[in-house]
């Protein structure tokens, strides 16, 4: 457990050459369920905190004023984050997502606060998702950003939750599994990584949106409820 801990100025290029990458990153949690609590990550050159393979408990912490993504979560990492603040992250490349991930990892949030983020969303770079999982609202200035062919196999259900917004950046949502998307209680918006009206700017720049800035969405023969 980490316990009112600041870690900062730290991601000089590389922490470690590990699972095949080299982890530029303040913090890497590997296959470790340690619990975060009021831990500040602040002036990273790169990643604030790397999950891999890693289901932990991340409450009441900040991450701020790193150069890239704040989180970066791989191999199926399932965190729960909760009261949690993600303040002035992104600035390395023109502009780097607040949260990034692979299409196997499925954080549970709530109560977070995106403040000042040059690309303030949760980008899912890409994958398949094998098991049951759900898509929860991060804020309402975070929307989900897809920027790789995202799959869902059969037998697994994704849920959208309602008041959802999901950005596409040239890229589709693959059914094979099932999709539950009901925006009864709050409309759900499935639209290009340009559209600022919904969710707000993650493109970092004042590009329109415009027809085929995304693929699509499929679904499958098995795709209904």
Not at 95 to 108: E, F, K, N, Q
Not at 141 to 160: C, F, K, M, R, W
Request: charged share 15%; glycine share 10%; aromatic share 8%.
């Amino acid at each position: 457990i980490l316990n009112y801990v600041t870690i900062e100025y730290a991601g000089q290029s590389t922490l470690g050459y590990l699972h095949w990458a080299d982890r530029n990153v303040a913090l890497m949690v590997d296959y470790s369920n340690a619990k975060l609590d009021h831990v500040t990550i602040t002036k990273s050159q790169n990643q604030g905190l790397w999950l891999f393979g890693s289901t932990n408990v991340i409450t009441g912490c900040e991450f701020s004023q790193c150069g890239g993504n704040a989180i970066v979560a791989e191999e199926n990492s399932r965190p729960t984050i909760s009261q949690t603040r993600f303040v002035a992250n992104g600035t390395l490349a023109g502009g780097t997502p607040t949260i990034a991930m692979d299409a196997t990892c499925v954080p549970l949030p709530s109560a977070l606060t995106f403040q000042d983020n040059i690309v303030s969303a949760v980008n899912i770079w890409g994958g398949t998702l094998v098991s049951t999982a759900e898509w929860k609202n991060w804020a309402s200035n975070a929307p989900y950003l897809i920027s790789g062919d995202v799959s869902v196999s059969e037998p697994a259900t994704l849920t959208v939750e309602a008041g959802a917004t999901v950005k596409f950046k040239k890229a589709r949502l693959w059914m094979e599994g099932t999709l539950k998307a009901i925006g009864a209680a709050a409309p759900i918006t499935f639209t290009s990584w340009r559209d600022d009206s919904v969710g707000g700017n993650t493109d970092a720049a004042n590009d329109a949106p415009a027809t085929s800035d995304w693929k699509g969405i499929y679904l499958g023969p098995k795709a209904g409820a």
